[in-house]
């Protein structure tokens, strides 16, 4: 029997060759580094709790069966936002969502759907009262971002919320550099305006 | 007061300033320019708010959830020619080491066509010798075989053991069915495999 590799050590392009081989604990590996940033990005370029999750793991399915045509000269986490970004924009093409709502998703019909899709804020802070904060603070940028346009959004996100540089950026959105951040710089000046209010 | 050196920032400088990688020149200006320190105060503010905006997770059991729907390859499985292109043309030094390899094949193969058509006759007292040398080989080692066999103390009982028809019979009867056995087990095993899939784990 295989031996268990020290996960930690490996680097992903190692974990894929792991997974050709056939190794499902290399495939659950890759979907541990990439579950979290994946399902927020299509969470705030979606704005709805299940449709992310759906979409989520349509990014995984898609990319983990056709791990043979990734090509490892490349780096994995682009390959995978790649296939993310193309299925919130495929279905932001398809369907128009004007509003965010915070208390949940805006085809929820009955309150405990509203509640299973709300946005559930993760546990960086400690007391009731920094979460209140935290929550109007964040409430309000994630209203702004999603009054972005769509390109601006994957962008801003995956600057300023994901940290990827500007050259991954432009691979991972098939857009030129100078575009990639003139997008941004307008992302950052919009966001700016939107969340003027708040210093008043 | 004197007034701020050079041009305003542009966005790619506050971009630099927002990763500490700002030019001294420009970090001049934008330490005497009002109007730049404010537009440099709001970019910081959005980052720190986008930097801080809430970690996310999908609900429990997504791994599993998506497994269900991956098929694992097979590792003993032949790869297909496009797999095998792509592995090929990975790299810049693969490519290479494929193309002498292809080359030295290629090379090899054609020299000895061209020798065995300049070298005919060669070749055919080559393999007259060969066939000779083969059968005397052959016959030899039949021989020998032959008389191990028979001066083996058990080769007499079992010979006259099989001297009745009925005997014959029964033998001929298992030799078959464990030919017909040998059969069945050998395309089960050469069965193609269906996809594997992921299980779920508890």
């Known amino acids: 029997m295989a031996s268990t590799p020290e996960w930690a050590s490996l680097t992903d392009q190692q974990v894929v060759l792991l997974a050709r081989g056939g190794r499902e604990t290399a495939y659950r590996e890759l979907i541990r580094r990439y579950e979290r940033p994946i399902f927020a990005l299509l969470f705030r370029m979606v704005r709805d709790r299940e449709l992310a999750e759906d979409l989520s793991q349509e990014t995984f399915v898609k990319a983990l069966n056709a791990i043979d045509s990734y090509r490892p000269e490349f780096k994995f986490s682009s390959w995978i936002f790649k296939i993310a970004n193309n299925a919130a924009i495929d279905h932001l093409r398809r369907r128009e969502l004007d509003t965010l709502s915070l208390d949940g998703s805006p085809h929820a019909e009955t309150p405990e759907a509203m509640q299973a899709t709300a946005l559930q804020i993760g546990a960086r802070q400690e007391s009731p009262l920094d979460a209140v904060e935290a929550k109007e603070l964040g409430g309000a940028i994630e209203v702004a971002i999603g ?35 003139t997008y941004i710089h307008r992302a950052r000046n919009e966001l700016r305006l939107l969340l003027a209010h708040l210093k008043e | 007061m004197n007034p701020a050196p050079g041009p305003h920032l542009s966005a790619d400088d506050f971009d630099a300033w927002l990763s500490g990688a700002l030019a001294p020149d420009t970090g001049e200006h934008l330490d005497r320019c009002p109007e730049c320190q404010e537009r440099a105060d709001g970019e910081r503010e959005i980052v720190a708010m986008l930097d801080s905006l809430s970690l996310m997770s999908p609900t429990p059991g997504f791994a599993d959830r998506v497994m269900l729907s991956v098929a694992l390859p097979d590792p003993f499985a032949l790869r297909t020619l496009g797999s095998f292109r792509q592995r090929v043309l990975a790299t810049p030094q693969a490519a290479a080491l494929a193309a002498t390899i292809a080359v030295l094949i290629v090379g090899s193969m054609t020299a000895s066509i061209v020798w065995s058509l300049g070298h005919q006759q ?35 009982a079992l010979r006259s053991s099989l001297d009745h028809p009925a005997r014959w019979a029964m033998l001929s009867a298992f030799a078959s069915l464990a030919y017909v056995m040998g059969v069945v087990a050998l395309r089960r095993l050469l069965a193609l495999p269906a996809p594997r899939m992921a299980h779920v784990h508890p």
């Open chain 2, 122 to 156: 060669t070749l055919a007292a080559m393999g007259s010798w060969l066939t000779t040398e083969a059968w005397n080989a052959g016959w030899i080692a039949l021989r020998g075989t032959a008389s191990t066999l028979i001066e083996q103390p058990w080769y007499t």
């Open chain 1, 147 to 181: 009054r972005l346009r769509p390109e601006y959004r994957s962008c801003i996100l995956l600057r300023h919320v994901e940290g990827r540089a500007y050259e991954e950026i432009a691979e991972i959105l098939n857009l030129p550099l100078g575009t990639v951040k």
